[in-house]
């Protein structure tokens, strides 16, 4: 036989089980322009006027592969546009990009790479609109994504998106 | 005896109107699932079928119609690529793997695929599956083929048979490749997807079968014996191939590595994201979607029409019924009632019979549309939002009911009792 007693501690344990995730959880708002470094900041501003959009030549991409350490491991949440990249077999979105912006002028290059995030859901959810923006919120992580370079990158373990 | 067991006792009285009009109710709750439940199923199958690839790179083309011809077999390439632009594709830093496909041929209806082995062994579908060999091996001989599931199961093949490709995707072949048959050395497992509906053959055989093409038909006397072609078989390459499916080392290098190929000097190229090429698919089916979404409501609402025509109606003919009723100690309000709970259960069997007639449907179109179209269509459950759909039509059925309810109401107090016949 089961006590009733013993339900009546179980909201009191999961209450002190979650306690130190609580106190955790201030959920810091980021902006893209966060997560660069400042003297990249100013390297990419001077890159980007450069850009000549009449020129034949391709634009060379401005690459930032310098991540800020202190983001690492954070709760965060910042805005985007979702870029889907992995399904599970039904259709649901389990991985995807964030990006600052959406559907890039052709003639402009894409985000540096420290202006892009990698969100991975644990759970799949219904496909979302990727002419929507929305606001991603989870653990942000840097990894380190090649060997030769000194890159970087940021991820997160999406616990909400939500439409922005 | 109470109110519920009353309706039905009177439904079954007037059993032929009420049939009919459950079967009104139920074909149009049918088509409304049917519509829904297609939709979902042939977008499920489309995200089946990419898995893993990064970019899908063709000659200049709609991204859309990149995606459809290169992995649906959906329509045709307007252009092919270089063999020179694929070796350099090929490797670059931040590609990992390169599937190349070169189209144009075809086996009764099924579309051949020349490709290298890097398609079965890093091609993946559904959620991150590789693909399987049912039975048999990869190509090992020059003139091997590889066969899906579906080919073979249709067309009833076995591994050893010596199979004839045909030049163009035509489903009657006139100009065949009759001079270089093709044995069957493997067979792959059901997939799901468009891979069973197609043919494999190494890239060297598809360049091997096409000498002699050059100008467009086969010229004769110009083309290579088989065993002239095996013993070249290393130096045989395509000139072009129609499409080539990408992996990564470094995910995040895809949107650097679309543009450069969108920029490419030396030969217009297209890469896309499959994820983003089907959003914008559809964007343009779902105008269609709409559309029948809209049809499907109507006919509902008819549907829910009819049955208030029926219930009132059959109103004055049941003055005799109701007068008995309230002689008998029924208050008006039951009178009303017996009303509503009639048509809740007319209702409810509509709904209950039109969800069965669209799985029943589904199922059977299910091989049709397979064999015809190369979808695949599961046999799913109606999801949590379309039952709540059903519920709220369950309610608008009720609603409706309270116009006899009503009129039934006002009429038991005054002519009830006085009915002459």
Same mark, same amino acid.
């Given at each position: 036989?089961?006590?009733?007693?013993?339900?009546?501690?179980?909201?009191?344990?999961?209450?002190?089980?979650?306690?130190?995730?609580?106190?955790?959880?201030?959920?810091?708002?980021?902006?893209?322009?966060?997560?660069?470094?400042?003297?990249?900041?100013?390297?990419?501003?001077?890159?980007?006027?450069?850009?000549?959009?009449?020129?034949?030549?391709?634009?060379?991409?401005?690459?930032?592969?310098?991540?800020?350490?202190?983001?690492?491991?954070?709760?965060?949440?910042?805005?985007?546009?979702?870029?889907?990249?992995?399904?599970?077999?039904?259709?649901?979105?389990?991985?995807?990009?964030?990006?600052?912006?959406?559907?890039?002028?052709?003639?402009?290059?894409?985000?540096?790479?420290?202006?892009?995030?990698?969100?991975?859901?644990?759970?799949?959810?219904?496909?979302?609109? $990727?002419?929507?923006?929305?606001?991603?919120?989870?653990?942000?992580?840097?990894?380190?994504?090649?060997?030769?370079?000194?890159?970087?990158?940021?991820?997160?373990?999406?616990?909400?998106?939500?439409?922005? | 005896?109470?109110?519920?067991?009353?309706?039905?006792?009177?439904?079954?009285?007037?059993?032929?109107?009420?049939?009919?009009?459950?079967?009104?109710?139920?074909?149009?709750?049918?088509?409304?699932?049917?519509?829904?439940?297609?939709?979902?199923?042939?977008?499920?199958?489309?995200?089946?079928?990419?898995?893993?690839?990064?970019?899908?790179?063709?000659?200049?083309?709609?991204?859309?119609?990149?995606?459809?011809?290169?992995?649906?077999?959906?329509?045709?390439?307007?252009?092919?690529?270089?063999?020179?632009?694929?070796?350099?594709?090929?490797?670059?830093?931040?590609?990992?793997?390169?599937?190349?496909?070169?189209?144009?041929?075809?086996?009764?209806?099924?579309?051949?695929?020349?490709?290298?082995?890097?398609?079965?062994?890093?091609?993946?579908?559904?959620?991150?599956?590789?693909?399987?060999?049912?039975?048999?091996?990869?190509?090992?001989?020059?003139?091997?083929?590889?066969?899906?599931?579906?080919?073979?199961?249709?067309?009833?093949?076995?591994?050893?048979?010596?199979?004839?490709?045909?030049?163009?995707?035509?489903?009657?072949?006139?100009?065949?490749?009759?001079?270089?048959?093709?044995?069957?050395?493997?067979?792959?497992?059901?997939?799901?997807?468009?891979?069973?509906?197609?043919?494999?053959?190494?890239?060297?055989?598809?360049?091997?079968?096409?000498?002699?093409?050059?100008?467009?038909?086969?010229?004769?006397?110009?083309? $290579?014996?088989?065993?002239?072609?095996?013993?070249?078989?290393?130096?045989?390459?395509?000139?072009?191939?129609?499409?080539?499916?990408?992996?990564?080392?470094?995910?995040?290098?895809?949107?650097?590595?679309?543009?450069?190929?969108?920029?490419?000097?030396?030969?217009?190229?297209?890469?896309?994201?499959?994820?983003?090429?089907?959003?914008?698919?559809?964007?343009?089916?779902?105008?269609?979607?709409?559309?029948?979404?809209?049809?499907?409501?109507?006919?509902?609402?008819?549907?829910?029409?009819?049955?208030?025509?029926?219930?009132?109606?059959?109103?004055?003919?049941?003055?005799?019924?109701?007068?008995?009723?309230?002689?008998?100690?029924?208050?008006?309000?039951?009178?009303?009632?017996?009303?509503?709970?009639?048509?809740?259960?007319?209702?409810?069997?509509?709904?209950?019979?039109?969800?069965?007639?669209?799985?029943?449907?589904?199922?059977?179109?299910?091989?049709?549309?397979?064999?015809?179209?190369?979808?695949?269509?599961?046999?799913?459950?109606?999801?949590?939002?379309?039952?709540?759909?059903?519920?709220?039509?369950?309610?608008?059925?009720?609603?409706?009911?309270?116009?006899?309810?009503?009129?039934?109401?006002?009429?038991?107090?005054?002519?009830?009792?006085?009915?002459?016949?």
């Amino acid at each position: 036989m089961i006590d009733l007693k013993d339900f009546k501690l179980i909201p009191l344990l999961l209450a002190l089980a979650f306690l130190p995730l609580a106190a955790q959880a201030e959920v810091r708002e980021l902006e893209w322009l966060d997560l660069m470094p400042e003297e990249e900041f100013q390297a990419w501003l001077d890159d980007v006027e450069q850009i000549d959009h009449s020129s034949f030549f391709m634009a060379e991409p401005f690459q930032s592969f310098r991540t800020m350490p202190e983001l690492d491991g954070i709760q965060a949440r910042i805005p985007g546009f979702v870029v889907p990249i992995e399904t599970d077999g039904r259709g649901n979105l389990k991985e995807f990009f964030l990006v600052p912006f959406f559907g890039a002028c052709i003639h402009v290059p894409p985000p540096p790479a420290n202006q892009i995030i990698y969100g991975r859901l644990a759970e799949p959810i219904p496909m979302v609109n $990727i002419w929507d923006a929305f606001w991603m919120e989870g653990t942000l992580n840097i990894e380190e994504i090649t060997n030769d370079t000194a890159a970087s990158a940021y991820t997160m373990d999406v616990t909400r998106l939500e439409l922005y | 005896m109470n109110l519920l067991g009353l309706a039905w006792r009177s439904l079954l009285n007037r059993r032929f109107a009420v049939i009919l009009t459950v079967c009104t109710i139920a074909l149009s709750i049918g088509l409304l699932v049917l519509v829904e439940q297609l939709r979902s199923e042939v977008r499920t199958g489309f995200y089946r079928s990419v898995s893993g690839v990064d970019l899908i790179v063709g000659a200049r083309t709609s991204p859309v119609q990149l995606l459809l011809y290169s992995v649906f077999g959906i329509g045709d390439a307007t252009n092919d690529i270089s063999w020179e632009t694929f070796e350099q594709l090929k490797v670059l830093p931040q590609v990992d793997w390169a599937i190349p496909m070169a189209l144009g041929d075809s086996f009764r209806g099924f579309r051949v695929m020349g490709t290298s082995r890097d398609f079965f062994e890093h091609y993946r579908f559904g959620n991150r599956e590789s693909l399987a060999l049912a039975r048999g091996e990869i190509f090992d001989d020059l003139f091997d083929v590889v066969i899906g599931a579906q080919v073979a199961r249709q067309l009833g093949y076995e591994l050893g048979d010596r199979i004839v490709l045909a030049h163009g995707t035509g489903r009657v072949a006139l100009q065949a490749h009759d001079d270089h048959p093709f044995t069957i050395s493997g067979i792959l497992a059901p997939t799901g997807t468009p891979v069973d509906q197609q043919l494999y053959i190494s890239l060297a055989a598809h360049r091997a079968i096409h000498i002699g093409w050059e100008t467009g038909v086969q010229r004769p006397g110009s083309t $290579i014996d088989p065993d002239a072609a095996r013993d070249r078989a290393d130096e045989l390459r395509p000139n072009a191939i129609t499409a080539l499916l990408l992996g990564l080392n470094t995910r995040a290098a895809v949107f650097d590595l679309q543009r450069v190929i969108n920029r490419y000097r030396p030969e217009a190229l297209t890469a896309i994201m499959p994820g983003i090429t089907l959003q914008q698919l559809w964007r343009i089916t779902g105008l269609a979607e709409q559309v029948l979404r809209v049809v499907a409501a109507l006919v509902v609402l008819a549907g829910l029409l009819g049955m208030l025509t029926v219930l009132l109606t059959t109103l004055s003919e049941r003055r005799r019924e109701m007068a008995i009723l309230r002689a008998n100690g029924a208050r008006p309000w039951q009178i009303s009632s017996l009303l509503v709970f009639e048509a809740g259960l007319i209702a409810a069997g509509g709904i209950v019979l039109g969800v069965v007639l669209a799985l029943v449907v589904q199922s059977a179109a299910a091989p049709w549309l397979l064999a015809n179209y190369g979808l695949h269509v599961g046999l799913s459950w109606p999801e949590p939002w379309q039952l709540g759909v059903l519920g709220i039509i369950f309610l608008a059925a009720l609603l409706i009911a309270l116009v006899p309810a009503f009129m039934a109401y006002r009429r038991t107090l005054s002519d009830g009792m006085q009915v002459k016949t």
